[in-house]
């Protein structure tokens, strides 16, 4: 029976259909960066890497003997190849089948929708948020072998393909299994193709691991992995987060961002800081530029990964950031949370809610600073992520007046040309107008149409224009700001003659007095 399982292995199979059309879609959309495929086998192996350092926390016996966490990157001229090593946790040869035959996210097909779309634009943006970055080796590869040993057992095995008509997966021999120089780990060894022959240049290795791999916490040599001895790491292997600000410069900061979100755009706005106090962590965290397409999507959770003393634990923990905050990406590390808790039971930690709290408000300060001092960044903001941020008036009171502060509005105020602030209409009120009048609809230019707002417009009152499915909720929540009621122009009756008087009264006639 054990044999039957082997010669399954053995044999040639196919990848599923997503896969397939995947690797076509990859190898034509990032054609013109080259670079990414490196990029994306590096940050793979510094996860392999992570995930052993914490599964070690609970089995020391995993590292033993071998404790240094390590990458190498290194080429053969002579053979035209280039090979990714890792001493990380390894994939047996069943996770060799499921993670490099298939794609285990659900939104494969989405993005190759996203793809077509953008018609080619903006699909550079849209690689890496599915955990396809293996994929990107067939840029440069007409052909990817994996070897693997899973940490803590003595099977290696072997992955390959060339990337169109499937791939095996079979036992490896002695002599494969002797290049991984140690008990565990990955290496990927890629046939270069012409288009692809900068790459057995040392010097353009080199160049891009210090473009986009330097932040990695995991030291990167290049040489094959029998030669470390005496070698230099070619990044900082430092976390960038721990660093301080002063030390981190605006490409350093721009190259994580690229690195964590898998994008080319850059970030409007970085959060950097160190919180001390009853509770002490480090966080990096990202504004993206562009809105990711499944911002809505009810399945989607936060992208932040959150580490314990350097040791990255995971990042998708239930808590760690408000829902209204799922777009921000970065890091945050702990130094309050236990590392020999299970990844399930973090979530319930008290520290996780009093990180997400004191987070928030960062974020919510620096962007009440950014809508101050940089209002065309700001808006750009809010337009892309503004109906996200009001769903913290619903749902997270603690947090309403900050939120309110950087809240924009469509209005009817000099024709609605500009966004205004709550403050700003209040500013803008009429003497003695005790409610904040609004209207709710699909688009602006509708609203602005719409017959209900002539008697206003006639007595000069302004008028919200509510063009969010978020705003009939938190109103619901919310019935007031600073005393002045939201009263809907559509819901009852709004006495506008009322107004009229507060605007129109006569002031009160002056005494005269006659000459005797």
Not at 462 to 470: A, P, S
Request: net charge negative; aromatic share 10%; proline share 4%.
């Amino acid at each position: 029976m054990a044999k039957t399982a082997k010669k399954q292995t053995s044999e040639q199979q196919n990848f599923s259909a997503d896969v397939a059309r995947l690797l076509e879609i990859v190898a034509g959309a990032l054609y013109t960066n080259h670079d990414v495929f490196l990029r994306e086998l590096i940050s793979n192996a510094a996860d392999a890497c992570g995930k052993l350092r914490f599964e070690a926390i609970q089995n020391p016996a995993l590292t033993k003997g071998d404790p240094d966490f390590r990458i190498h990157v290194f080429k053969n001229t002579d053979d035209r190849t280039v090979g990714v090593f890792d001493n990380g946790i390894g994939m047996s040869a069943e996770e060799l089948a499921d993670h490099l035959g298939t794609i285990a996210k659900s939104g494969s097909r989405a993005l190759m929708e996203q793809v077509k779309a953008s018609k080619g634009g903006d699909a550079l943006k849209l690689i890496g948020q599915f955990g396809v970055g293996f994929y990107a080796a067939y840029m440069v590869a007409s052909h990817v072998r994996v070897i693997s040993r899973k940490a803590g057992t003595k099977d290696t095995n072997v992955w390959e393909s060339d990337g169109s008509t499937g791939f095996t997966v079979r036992p490896a021999s002695a002599e494969e299994s002797a290049l991984l120089h140690g008990d565990r780990g990955t290496l990927i060894t890629l046939s270069i193709k012409d288009e692809g022959a900068e790459f057995l240049i040392e010097e353009k290795l080199r160049q891009v691991i210090e473009h986009y791999s330097d932040h990695i916490d995991t030291p990167i040599y290049l040489a094959e992995p029998q030669f470390k001895e005496g070698q230099s790491a070619v990044n900082q292997a430092s976390a960038l987060w721990m660093r301080s600000k002063s030390e981190v410069t605006e490409e350093e900061y721009t190259a994580f961002y690229k690195h964590i979100t898998f994008g080319f755009d850059e970030p409007l706005l970085t959060c950097h800081w160190r919180a001390e106090g009853m509770i002490s962590f480090n966080a990096l965290l990202f504004l993206p530029t562009m809105r990711p397409w499944d911002l809505y999507d009810p399945t989607r959770k936060n992208a932040v990964k959150l580490y314990v003393r350097r040791v990255f634990i995971s990042d998708s923990i239930d808590g760690l950031m408000y829902p209204w905050l799922r777009f921000v990406r970065g890091a945050i590390d702990s130094e309050d949370l236990p590392l020999n808790i299970s990844r399930e039971s973090l979530q319930y930690n008290p520290v996780i809610g009093k990180i997400r709290s004191s987070v928030a408000k960062r974020v919510l300060g620096d962007l009440n600073k950014l809508s101050q001092n940089d209002e065309p960044a700001f808006l750009t903001f809010w337009a892309q992520f503004g109906a996200a941020m009001k769903e913290g008036l619903y749902d997270a009171a603690e947090h309403r007046e900050d939120i309110f502060k950087i809240c924009r509005f469509a209005t009817t105020h000099e024709d609605g040309k500009s966004l205004a602030s709550l403050d700003d209409y209040i500013a803008r009120m009429k003497p003695d107008q005790n409610e904040i009048y609004y209207i709710s609809g699909e688009n602006v230019e509708a609203l602005r149409r719409s017959p209900q707002l002539e008697g206003f417009k006639k007595h000069g009152l302004e008028v919200l224009l509510f063009t969010d499915t978020i705003d009939d909720f938190w109103l619901q929540q919310v019935p007031e700001f600073k005393g002045k009621v939201f009263k809907s122009v559509t819901k009852g009756a709004v006495d506008l003659k009322d107004e009229s008087k507060k605007e129109e009264a006569p002031a009160p006639e002056k005494p005269s007095f006659c000459k005797s």
